[in-house]
Antibody, heavy 117, light 110 residues
Framework: EVQLVESGGGLVQPGGSLRLSCAAS????????MHWVRQAPGKGLVWVSH????????SYADSVKGRFTISRDNAKNTVYLQMNSLRAEDTALYYC??????????WGQGTTVTVSS | QTVVTQEPSFSVSPGGTVTLTCGLS?????????PSWHQQTPGQAPRTLIY???TRSSGVPDRFSGSILGNKAALTITGAQADDESDYYC??????????FGGGTKLTVL
């Protein structure tokens, strides 16, 4: 069974940092592109970041560029999202998703990030 | 900044057919945007219904279908059921490693 399990969310003060993890199983992780997508409370889905299969190419939404870094460890079947200089508007449920044919194909259950003093 | 447009809300009768659309504020959607569709019920993670315009994800019933209609991507639900009442999101690949979600359509079945 294909599974994605996010972790690492929590409460952080504005300006702080957090690293999210997404552990994958049930598919050949080293062949898969991966995404992070977020959803603010009561709002819609917003694409955040993408990484290709070997980690050599990454991309980011303008709203997080320069503050967030996506990476992966194919030996551990895990993708990460390092979030620095966090703002109140980064408060959201963060999902990781596996890409297939340039779209999200499998989703995790999400991890909640709250940025507040 | 290109905006991906979706109907904010739609209503369908049980057993009826509904088509939700996904467009662009400027230009036309084609299969080159690799449109995908995702269903989300309150408190749940999204579930992928359709990817690459018209390919159903594993386990998705065939009453869900994707297509390009005119200048938009479309998700058609035939024989709507009560548990189809959800939010539906499309996402488009804009190129250069950039994806954009639509604002979502809240579908009511009544």
């Amino acid at each position: 069974e294909v599974q994605l399990v996010e972790s690492g969310g929590g409460l952080v003060q504005p300006g702080g940092s957090l690293r999210l993890s997404c552990a994958a199983s049930g598919f050949t992780f080293s062949n898969a592109w991966m995404h992070w997508v977020r959803q603010a409370p009561g709002k819609g889905l917003v694409w955040v970041s993408h990484i290709n299969s070997d980690g050599s190419y990454t991309s980011y939404a303008d709203s997080v560029k320069g503050r967030f870094t996506i990476s992966r460890d194919n030996a551990k079947n895990t993708v990460y999202l390092q979030m620095n200089s966090l703002r109140a508007e980064d408060t959201a449920l963060y999902y990781c998703a596996r890409d297939f044919s340039y779209g999200m194909a499998v989703w995790g259950q999400g991890t909640t990030v709250t940025v507040s003093s | 900044q290109t905006v991906v447009t979706q109907e904010p809300s739609f209503s369908v009768s049980p057993g009826g057919t509904v088509t939700l659309t996904c467009g662009l504020s400027s230009g036309s959607v084609s299969s080159s945007y690799y449109p995908s569709w995702h269903q989300q019920t309150p408190g749940q993670a999204p579930r992928t219904l359709i990817y690459n315009t018209d390919t159903r994800s594993s386990g998705v019933p065939d009453r869900f279908s994707g297509s390009i209609l005119g200048n938009k991507a479309a998700l058609t639900i035939t024989g709507a059921q009560a548990d189809d009442e959800s939010d539906y999101y499309c996402v488009l690949y804009m190129g250069s490693g950039n994806w954009v979600f639509g604002g979502g359509t809240k579908l009511t079945v009544l």
